[in-house]
Every structure is written in C-alpha cells, then in structure tokens.
C-alpha cells in the first residue's frame, strides 16, 4: 500500500474516514495528508456540513458526529502549527 494518497485517494475515502469504516493504518496515513493539505481539510469540513444536514433531514442515519467534531478539531489544531 502507498505510504501517501493523493487528494483524489482522500476524496473518494473521505465518507469511510467519517463514519469510521476505514482501517486504522489507512486513518493514519489520511491524517497526515489532511493536516498538511488544505484543500481536503475544508472538503473534510465541508463533508461535516454535509453530513450534519443529512442527518437532519434522514433522521436514521447512523453519523457518529462527536468522532466527526473531534477529528475535525484535531486536524484543525495541528494544521495552524
Ligand atoms: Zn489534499
């Protein structure tokens, strides 16, 4: 497996990342690229929104949106360094 994904390769695995469907080592590698990448930080931001309104609108939908707030929130922190 590649040690590093292109914006593409996190675009497509960014839905997993979210509801947490993806492996840990494959989480890692996504991590690194989203905090060094702007660009898939605010599409991982804009994703949260999306999501948020999905939930409001499909009630039954399963969004774990405390893991998505905290994610978003770490990745955040580390990204102003
Ligand atoms: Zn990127």
Known sequence: MDR???????Y???SGYID??????VREIMEEH???CERCLSLLHTLEK?????RETHRRKKVPERF???VYYEI????KR
């Open 68 to 70: 998505v707030k905290k």
């Open 50 to 54: 999306t999501i948020v309104f999905s």
């Open 4 to 10: 590093y994904f292109s914006c593409k390769d996190i």
């Open 34 to 36: 989203i905090k060094e």
């Open 12 to 14: 497509r695995m960014l």
């Open 20 to 25: 947490d469907e993806i492996d840990t080592m």
């Open 76 to 79: 955040r922190i580390r990204y």
